[in-house]
């Protein structure tokens, strides 16, 4: 089995591709079997490392293999006989062809083929280390959520025991031909691996999220909510990579605010991330492809530091039931009590720390819930969210 998984998201356009490319690069070169898979159905893999990639991998460097994940070629590997199976059986409960063409095709088939290839791989122990080049971070997110949505879609399309699928199934597939109690059972199979892959990256000691952006405001935007329900479900997030950071000094006139405007987005994204270690990849001040600039940006990336080592460890945002509340705690290790003002703003918590403001993305279900009081207790703060009154 895979030692560690890393799992590279952010906003669309931020160089999450070439971090990724980098970070598995840098580690093949320090001796681990690294396989380095995009799973963005805009896959610019193959470019970032200026060779062609095929839907299997293939070698690209000494230690180090590469695939970009082919959706229809993934598909018909894993799914193609649920869905001829699911459509016979539709068509044969008299549905319309073209409603049961539809709904023979599962929620979440794609980000599915990606989770099943990383479980094989995982499983296959022919690599070290697995790093995943992932989607934008909403298609993260439905990725990392998929083995639920599936079993539920499951229940409603067969929403029979176990047993019951079995003996229906085998005078249906006597009579009929076809093989619905072999079928439901190749599909639990597949869910069975869905499932446990699922437990691997939720696994903080095998699997890492690192988030990439840029210091920009739409940008840390998305990255801020990406973490708080990469942590609200539980993923374990062990760095930040800001891309494409300019110099402050020699920049020249024209870039002058960028650079000024650029500051005070990095102050913002360490007050917003803390304590995670946040890494820079200045500009490069050209396109970044091919293997010797690839080993540019993992030397700045990391340095001395081992690429696939746990960087961080434990939770910074979580949310728990207390009763018919919720209490949101929040990770500040230096705060005391009384140090600490809470406000609900919008989608937003605006945490006032002595003379510093942090703002923090709530889950959106919490905009039903009225804040409570605050306090900080073993370096947590922790706000109480009450039901709003009818």
């Known amino acids: 089995m895979a030692k560690r998984i890393l799992l590279f998201t952010g906003k669309g356009g931020v160089g999450k591709t070439t971090c990724a490319a980098a970070t598995a690069l840098r580690a093949a070169e320090q001796g681990y079997r690294t396989l380095v898979l995009s799973s963005d159905p805009a896959h610019s893999l193959a470019d970032a490392l200026d060779m062609p990639l095929g839907p299997e991998p293939v070698q690209v460097a000494e230690n180090l293999w590469a695939q970009e994940v082919d959706l229809y070629y993934s598909m018909k590997k894993y799914w193609g006989n649920m869905r001829e199976l699911m459509l016979t059986v539709f068509r044969w409960q008299g549905v319309d062809r073209i409603a049961a063409e539809e709904m023979a095709a599962l929620p979440g088939m794609n980000e599915g083929s990606v989770l099943l290839w990383l479980e094989q791989f995982y499983r296959s122990g022919d690599y070290d280390l697995i790093v995943v080049d992932s989607a934008p971070t909403g298609e993260t997110l439905t990725l990392l959520t998929l083995p639920q949505a599936t079993q539920w879609w499951m229940s409603r399309a067969f929403p029979f025991q176990k047993t019951a699928i079995k003996t229906a199934g085998f005078a249906l597939r006597k009579t009929t031909g076809i093989p619905l109690d072999k079928g439901y059972d190749e599909l639990n199979r597949l869910f069975e691996k869905l499932k446990s892959i699922q437990d691997v990256l939720g696994n903080s000691d095998i699997s890492?999220?690192?988030?990439?952006?840029?210091?920009?405001?739409?940008?840390?935007?998305?990255?801020?909510r990406a973490y708080t329900y990469l942590q609200l479900y539980g993923y374990g997030v062990d760095a930040v990579i800001v891309n494409?950071?300019?110099?402050?000094e020699g920049t020249g006139p024209v870039l002058a605010r960028y650079?000024?405007?650029?500051?005070?987005?990095?102050?913002?994204?360490?007050?917003s991330f803390s304590p995670l270690p946040i890494l820079h990849v200045p500009h490069s001040g050209?396109?970044?492809?091919?293997?010797?600039?690839?080993?540019?940006?993992?030397?700045?990336?990391?340095?001395?530091?081992?690429?696939?080592a746990l960087m961080y460890s434990g939770q910074t945002y979580r949310v728990s039931e207390e009763g018919k509340d919720y209490v949101l705690e929040l990770r500040l290790p230096f705060a005391h009590e009384g140090e600490v003002e809470a406000r609900h703003a919008g989608d937003q918590l605006v945490i006032q720390l002595a003379n510093q403001r942090r703002n923090y993305l709530l889950p959106k279900f919490l905009a039903y819930y009225t804040l409570g009081a605050a306090s900080v207790r073993n370096g947590w703060l922790r706000v109480r969210f009450a039901q709003a009154a009818a």
């Open 244 to 248: 494409r950071v300019m110099p402050e």
């Open 208 to 224: 890492s999220v690192r988030l990439v952006m840029n210091p920009e405001k739409m940008v840390i935007e998305e990255a801020r």
């Open 259 to 271: 650079v000024a405007a650029q500051k005070k987005y990095l102050e913002e994204i360490d007050h």
């Open 286 to 308: 050209r396109e970044v492809f091919g293997v010797e600039l690839l080993r540019e940006i993992g030397e700045e990336l990391y340095g001395a530091k081992d690429p696939a």
